[in-house]
């Protein structure tokens, strides 16, 4: 690692070429404002020992990383690990950033707090962040994911928040962050906008990796604990990309660290119906960053598709862009159809039930580990839980409730 | 003469007027172009349809979503603008988020926006920050790049305009998206007087304009008004013109009124 790597982004929240500050006249001094507020609770002890002492007591840090011995059986060859987010309070890595950002919004006295949602679980983990800080929550949701999500939108109801529907455009995770920057202009006097990936225009993608980092720390003590070294392979799945840089960047500076993202090939990358930014998309500028992204021709965003919501995104952060243009990561893609084979295998090898946007990566790892030798050990960020997507799967089995 | 200066004379002020191109109808835009210009428009903002309009209201969201159906894309805006630069003499700007240009490429979007007579782009996601090389590139093509100022901009972020933008200053009225509202800001007047202090170009106000008597107060203070979301109701409302042509003349009689 070079000492500019270390530095990145650069003052201007750049990565590389990805990232920036792409946004309506009216945001730039409430970004500014976010900015110095997030700086200064950086640097003060006081606030990182709330937030360490929540992420213990409330969360239930450090989650477990734990050996899949079974699941590991399957693949033939290398050792799998599982960083268990799920097993984090509201079952998904989500809460680490929610309520980070809910101790600064507050820290700012700041009393509505929007944020939006795609599969639902930044928008619980943003709920349930306010509803503990005692702060007011509206979180807007597409129409479409409210529909296929509705467990987590009662969820949400029943800790306080408010859900608003987004009509507009394919009615998924990019209209409903469409709608939170609309309220966020109109209402960004006394409203703080509590983005749930990395993605967005500077400091977000670096204030919510900073936050999601933890969970590539407790993962390198945790493994030099047990194993006494560092692992072969991270493996994650990237939509807009929280969980996969919040893993990856604390090993950042180990080369011998491979980074593997796994996009939502969808129904196969040669149709247009996936979520694989990365893998199939190009440069540009969306929800005021620089980065990846699906487009036609001519610039405008195209719809997308992934059986998991979390990954229905045509975007991802700019941080994961930098990685892939420098070759510090590798992005791969995997289908629907795979996906669901690396649910169904985890929950019967482990007794485990992935989010579907985890069984991607869980997948992925298991074909990887087939390739590797025994004494090569995977880590796979298993993000989230599965609970939220039991009518998905049981839908696409063909299985009535 | 720069065109878009031509218009800022001491004593008049400026009559703006959006539309998005394609909305309903390529032909319309045409035709709406045409009565504008008609009816006292000083410069005509095409707006190029996005499938994410992040800063608009309810009524230009539907439009580009309309426009968007109809297959409009930049190539076919700069089209709409060639044609319409042969037929009217009105200053043509494009209104554009910047994905659309940054996808066409910026140094060949300046070069054939130029071509097409366009005088200028108004980029309502590209802050000066952002903004180095899309200024070059217009600079090349003699376009103005107009930069926009809001009610929530630090004197800092004023000045900063104030020594980039050209052509005019866009002056958001109000923080929020594009669309009609009953009520301007009442710290509309502090607000422009602010920008005054520190910035030579003609302020130019949109967002939210709908009726004269808005536009009367705005041009008591401002060089120009802008606006947008009516005129595509009115449109909508109307296809024979008919109402866009009377409201648009009723804006200009307030304007030139001293």
Redesign the interface.
Known sequence: MTAKDSQLPNQ?GYFGPFG???????????L?ELEQAYLMAQADPEFQREFQRLCRDYIGRPTPLYPAQRLSAKGGGAAILLKREDLAHTGAHKINNALGQGLLAKRMGKTRIIAETGAGQHGVAAATACAMLNLDCIVYMGDEDIQRQSLNVFRMKLLGAEVRPVH??SRTL??AI?EA??DW?????DTYYLLGSVVGPHPYPTMIRNFQSIIGRETREQIMEGYHRLPDYLVACVGGGSNAIGLFHPFFADKNVKFIGVEAAGRGLDTMEHAASLAAGR??????TRSY?L?D?????LETHSLAPGLDYPGVGPEHSYYKETGRASYVAVTDSQALEGFQLLCTTEGIVPALESAHAVYYAVKLAAGLSRDQLIVVNLSGRGDKDLDIVAGVLGIEL | MNQIKAIFKPGHKALIAYLTVGYPTVEATVKAAATLAESGVDIIELGIP??????D?ATI?QAS?QA?KQGI???ACLEVAGRLHQKIATPLVFMSY???????GLEAFCQASAEAGISGLII????P??GSELEASTQRHQLDLI????????EE?ISL?ATRSRGFIYL?SL???TGSRQNLSADLEDFVKRIRKQATQPLCVGFGISRREQAKRVAMIADGVIVGSHLLQLIEGDTSLASLKSFTLSLRQVLDSP
């Open positions: 201007r920036g500050k792409f946004v309506p006249e009216t945001l730039m001094p409430a500014r507009s455009g990019k209209d469409n920057i609309r202009v109109t209402n960004v006097r440069t540009g500028v969306l929800h005021g992204l487009q021709k001519s610039g405008q965003i | 996005f499938s994410d309009p992040l800063a209201g969201q979503y968007l894309t930049p190539q910047y994905n659309p240009i940054l996808s066409f309502p996601d590209l802050p920050e952002e930069y926009l100022l809001a009610p929530t901009s630090t972020r305009v958001v923080t929020g998206v």
